[in-house]
C-alpha cells in the first residue's frame, strides 16, 4: 500500500518568513495530492491539492510542487502570518473515491 | 463540497462498553472513509464504507472490533466495541463527493475510554 514521508515534524518561523514541507510517496499509481491543515481541536481542512497532470499550483501565499519522477511533493507558504501556525498534513491518493494516505504532520509555528 | 453532521462531538465512556458515531452528509456520496487520529498523531484510515456492501477494512482493523453500518448513500455509522483506555482517539469520517477528489471531513467524535 501507499506510504507518505513528511518533513520536519515541527517548524518554527518568524512572521513574514517563508515555509516549506516536504513529502515523499510510495505508490506510482498515486495522482492525487491533498494538503491539510489542522488547527487545534478542529477537523483537518484542505487548503490546497495537486493532480499528478500539473508540476504546480498556487494560491495566494501557498504553493504545492510535484515531481512524479522522484515522488516527492512540497507545500509552500510566503509571508507567515500568525494564523498560519497548526498542523498541516500532506497526503497522496488514486484518487476516483479512493483512500487517501496521510503524511505523519507537520506542526508550524509562526513566531509573532 | 459536502456538508457532514458527525455526532456525538465527544464522550466519555466506560472501558467494556461501546459507543455508536454516526455521519450524516447532506447529498448522496458513494464512498465513507472512517478516520482515526490518536492524540497528536496523524489520520488512520479504519476502513471504507459503501452502500450496499460490506465494509473493507484495513491492517489492524477488524469488523468484530469496529463494525460498520452503510443503510444508505447519505449516512454511515462506526461502532467502537468493547472499549479499552487504548481507543481513546479522535474518530473522524469523511467523503469524496464529486469525483472530483475533494475530501471533506466531519467534526470529529474525541472518545475517552476511563
Known amino acids: 500500500g501507499e506510504n507518505v514521508e513528511q518533513h520536519p515534524s515541527t517548524l518554527s518561523v518568524q512572521e513574514g518568513d517563508s515555509a516549506v514541507i516536504k513529502c515523499t510517496y510510495s505508490?506510482?499509481?498515486?495522482?492525487?495530492f491533498p494538503w491539510y491543515k489542522q488547527e487545534l481541536g478542529k477537523r483537518p481542512q484542505l487548503i490546497i491539492d495537486?493532480?499528478?497532470?500539473?508540476g504546480e499550483k498556487k494560491d495566494q501565499r501557498i504553493a504545492v510542487t510535484l515531481n512524479k519522477t522522484a515522488k516527492h511533493f512540497s507545500l509552500h507558504i510566503t509571508e507567515t502570518q500568525p494564523e498560519d501556525s497548526a498542523v498541516y498534513f500532506c497526503?497522496?491518493?488514486?484518487?476516483?473515491?479512493?483512500?487517501?494516505?496521510f503524511g505523519t504532520g507537520t506542526k508550524l509555528q509562526v513566531i509573532p | 463540497s459536502a456538508v457532514i453532521s458527525q455526532k456525538p462531538s465527544r464522550d466519555i465512556c466506560q472501558r467494556g462498553t461501546s459507543l455508536t458515531i454516526q455521519c450524516q452528509v447532506d447529498?448522496?456520496?458513494?464512498?465513507m472513509f472512517w478516520y482515526r487520529q490518536q492524540p497528536g498523531q496523524s489520520l488512520t484510515l479504519i476502513a471504507t464504507?459503501?452502500?450496499?456492501?460490506?465494509?473493507?477494512?484495513e491492517s489492524g482493523f477488524v469488523i468484530d472490533k469496529f463494525p460498520i453500518s452503510r443503510p444508505n448513500l447519505t449516512f454511515s455509522t462506526l461502532t467502537v466495541s468493547n472499549m479499552s483506555p487504548e481507543d481513546s482517539s479522535i474518530y473522524l469520517c469523511?467523503?469524496?463527493?464529486?469525483?472530483?477528489?475533494?475530501?471533506?471531513f466531519g467534526s470529529g467524535t474525541r472518545l475517552t475510554v476511563v
Open positions: 495537486i493532480r499528478s497532470n500539473v
Open positions: 464504507a459503501n452502500q450496499g456492501s460490506e465494509a473493507t477494512y
Open positions: 469523511s467523503v469524496e463527493k464529486t469525483g472530483n477528489y475533494g475530501y471533506t
Open positions: 497526503a497522496a491518493s488514486t484518487g476516483g473515491y479512493q483512500k487517501v494516505t
Open positions: 505508490d506510482s499509481a498515486s495522482n492525487y
Open positions: 447529498s448522496q456520496v458513494t464512498m
